[in-house]
């Protein structure tokens, strides 16, 4: 005799009923957590009632895997329910890294843009949102990542440097021929072109032979962020 599931069979002394298991469904697990995250709860009831166990019994996510890893819940003996597997990877976080930032930016200079994309791919938002350069000091803007992103926080220190300001040396007029002694400077330095062209030795007096413009070149920073001052005499 064939017997087939849901069918009723019966004679003189026996009477049986095959049912259709239960299913056993859940919310939404996450089948992807950073290493180290709080891992949720694995309930122990489903979505139907039905109670059972889960193997393993918790969510690891001390140790990243390099696959993933498989839960499954099984009805506890004896219930007409069926069981149910979810997938878990548990990734290792990624270190957000920005290049170009200047550590040092010149008073009421141009900040530069925070992007809210590292290096790496890493999505996020910073705090501040934007550099005020009007104020000077030290600074720190923390870059946070996206909740869905496995990557760390990233620190971004800064210093908002004073415009330097170059010594005014007062023309004069002096025969051809004449020896130049050129005044000390409290900083920077002379030049024979502007922007900083053409460095002055000053260590020895220089002969003037004609009309002959000096600039004094004064800067402090690292390219692109350069602040800086001149004066020509």
């Given at each position: 005799?064939?017997?087939?599931?849901?069918q009723?069979?019966?004679?003189?002394?026996?009477?049986?009923?095959?049912?259709?298991?239960?299913?056993s469904?859940?919310?939404?697990i996450?089948?992807?957590?950073?290493?180290?995250d709080v891992a949720p709860?694995?309930p122990?009831?489903?979505?139907?009632?039905?109670?059972?166990?889960w193997?393993?019994?918790?969510?690891?996510?001390?140790?990243?895997?390099?696959?993933?890893?498989?839960?499954?819940?099984t009805?506890?003996t004896?219930?007409?329910?069926?069981?149910?597997s979810?997938?878990?990877?548990?990734?290792a976080k990624?270190?957000?890294?920005?290049?170009?930032?200047?550590?040092a930016?010149?008073k009421?200079?141009?900040?530069?843009?925070l992007?809210s994309?590292?290096?790496?791919?890493?999505t996020?938002?910073?705090s501040?949102?934007?550099i005020?350069?009007t104020?000077?000091g030290?600074?720190?803007?923390?870059?946070?990542?996206?909740?869905?992103?496995?990557?760390?926080?990233?620190?971004y220190?800064?210093d908002?440097?004073?415009?330097p300001?170059?010594?005014?040396?007062?023309s004069?007029?002096?025969?051809?021929?004449?020896?130049?002694?050129?005044?000390?400077?409290?900083?920077?330095s002379y030049y024979?072109?502007?922007?900083?062209v053409?460095?002055?030795?000053?260590?020895?007096?220089?002969v003037?032979n004609?009309?002959?413009?000096?600039?004094v070149?004064?800067?402090?920073?690292?390219?692109?962020?350069i602040?800086?001052?001149?004066?020509?005499?």
């Open positions: 005799c064939e017997i087939t599931c849901g009723l069979i019966k004679d003189d002394d026996v009477l049986i009923t095959f049912n259709t298991p239960t299913p469904t859940f919310d939404p996450p089948a992807n957590l950073c290493i180290n709860a694995l122990l009831f489903s979505l139907e009632g039905t109670p059972g166990t193997n393993p019994a918790n969510i690891d996510t001390s140790v990243a895997t390099t696959a993933p890893v498989e839960y499954v819940f009805p506890t004896g219930l007409c329910a069926s069981t149910f979810t997938f878990v990877t548990i990734k990624t270190a957000a890294v920005f290049t170009g930032l200047p550590t930016i010149c009421d200079g141009t900040a530069p843009t992007s994309t590292d290096s790496n791919g890493v996020g938002s910073w501040p949102l934007v005020d350069t104020v000077e030290s600074f720190t803007a923390t870059f946070t990542p996206d909740a869905d992103q496995c990557a760390d926080p990233y620190t220190n800064y908002i440097t004073p415009q300001i170059a010594d005014i040396i007062q004069s007029s002096v025969c051809i021929g004449t020896e130049y002694t050129f005044p000390t400077l409290s900083s920077g024979t072109s502007s922007m900083g053409g460095l002055v030795d000053t260590t020895n007096p220089v003037i004609s009309t002959t413009t000096f600039y070149y004064v800067s402090s920073g690292t390219a692109p962020n602040c800086f001052d001149e004066t020509s005499f």
